[in-house]
Each structure stands twice: as structure tokens, then as C-alpha cells.
């Protein structure tokens, strides 16, 4: 789209893409495992989710968790340690299931049957930017009743669906919503 800003921060502007911050927010509600990986506890909270039944252990290896079963046993008995590319892949492997599996109950919550749900767009830090050059932008709240694409896109990992969908359900911001393309936080409660 031509409306699209093509040199944010070029004043001096911070923030990050829309679609980002939704991201993060999802991200947030999925409710991650808070150890890190490379503790003890977090790797085995992790293989432990990823092992628990044999569908978790087929989503691992759909993710990208390619080893074999005496190797995950050894990992989870202390006998040897993933090196940090397997670290890696447990982590992304971790994220990419527990994304799909919390993505039914997150859809369900954020369209609460067709009400929808209220979102904060708060706009960009314009702090840096020399006075002349700042824009009114203005909190706004808006009310998104179609999670579906949004949700998917973000289940799925594809950052360009996102992007899309999240551009699409703003668009009721009318001639606004291309300053609400970057963004410095977007908040809901769901």
C-alpha cells in the first residue's frame, strides 16, 4: 500500500510495527514457560511439554526437534547436556507448539462470541523527534470482533499474514490508520 510509511524513523521517531506489537502481546497471554532455557528447570519444563503425550512429541518434531528418543531420555536424566544450536531448536520448537496449542483458547477469548475485544494503540515516541517535525497522534482505542486471521497468522509464525491482518482490522481508524501503522505498545486485556 502506498499509504505505508517508508522512512519511519527517519526524524527520530521509536517504535515498532503494529502487527509486532500484537505479536508480543499474544505472546504474553500464551503464557511462556519464565526459566530460560539454558537453566536446568527450563529445559526440562520444555522437553517435558514437548514429550508429555505422543502428539506433543509429533508437533516437536513438526517444529523442528529432530532427535532421537535415547537422546531425549539422556537430556532428560542429566547424563548429557544439548549443545546450543539443539538449545535453540528446543526453544523455538517449544514456542512454535505451545503457540498452536494455546491458539484455539485465545481465539475463543479475544472474539468472546462475537463482541470482540478492546484494544489500546498507543502511537509513536515522538520524543527524539525535533518539534517542527512531530505529528498529533493520538491514543486511540479500537474494538477488533475478528481475531481469526490475527490469531492464525500469529499461531502459524507467518509475520507477513500478521501484518496484513492486523492492517486490515485497523483500517476503521479511517483516514488515521496509516499514522497506526508503527506503534510504541498495543494493549488489550482478554
Known sequence: MPERNKHFGLYGARGIKGHEAVARRLDALAGYIATPVTARRGLLARLHYLTRTEHARAAAREA??????RTLKAWLEGKRSPSRQNLERIERAYRTVRRENVARYLLARLNREGRGTRVEIHPLN???VVRPRQRVVEFRTLNIRHWDRIVQAWASGDDRGLDDAWVDQIVDLGSQWGQYEYV???GFAA
Not at 523442528?64 to 528418543?69: K, N, Y
Open 64 to 69: 523442528g526437534l529432530a532427535v532421537t528418543d
Open 126 to 128: 515522538q520524543s527524539h
Open 184 to 186: 510504541t505498545n498495543v
